[in-house]
């Protein structure tokens, strides 16, 4: 009986040290599947699909006529999202998206809040009321990097030349014998 109570205490222990992740991380890798499958099988509501404007600068790029199928993940503040279809334009990515919300509440689930801990001291100031309020797509950062190759056109070409210094001899007369070896 005690050998039976010492491993539901330690099956216990051991869920609580690691088990629950295990299983919250399983629960996802399901639900990311359970959503690629439908994805996959075109068993979305086209209607409900969410789109993402991404401001960008590529004017090497090639403007996308319209849409191209391709699958992934995207996670804005607390919402999962399944991006379904992808379109570049020279200064904008255009995302659609369908909701995840089987992921969403399993990613809120395991989020622990500052305020629910007791020994947390917190800010009584918003951190967000810092920033300034501009658009929907202000939260991210996207740098532009330009990039200016230049040619250089009046460049001499190199001409190597020996050097030369003239020596006759390269031997040193010396009018004594070397030095005998030391033995």
Known sequence: MKRLVAIGL??????????????????????DKFMNELISRNLYNPNTLIE???????????????????????????????????????????????PNYEK???????????KEVNDIPQDSKDNHS?????????????????????LFVNVRSLILTPANTHIITPLISVESQPPEQLG
Not at 65 to 70: A, E, L, S
Not at 104 to 113: E, G, P, Q, W
Request: with cysteine.
């Open 10 to 31: 330690l099956t216990i222990h051991f869920f609580n040290l690691g088990g629950y992740l295990l299983l919250h991380l399983y629960a996802l890798a399901q639900s």
């Open 104 to 114: 969403t509440k399993l990613v809120k689930s395991n989020i622990i809040y500052a």
């Open 52 to 98: 993402i404007k991404v401001k960008q600068n590529l004017p090497g790029i090639t403007e996308w006529p319209d849409f191209k199928n391709v699958n992934g993940q995207i996670q804005l503040k607390e919402a999962c999202y399944n991006y379904v279809k992808l379109k570049f334009t020279k200064d904008t990515l255009y995302v659609l998206c369908v």
């Open 130 to 150: 810092a920033t300034k309020k501009g658009g929907a797509d202000n939260n991210y950062s996207h740098t532009e990097l330009q990039y200016q190759f230049l």
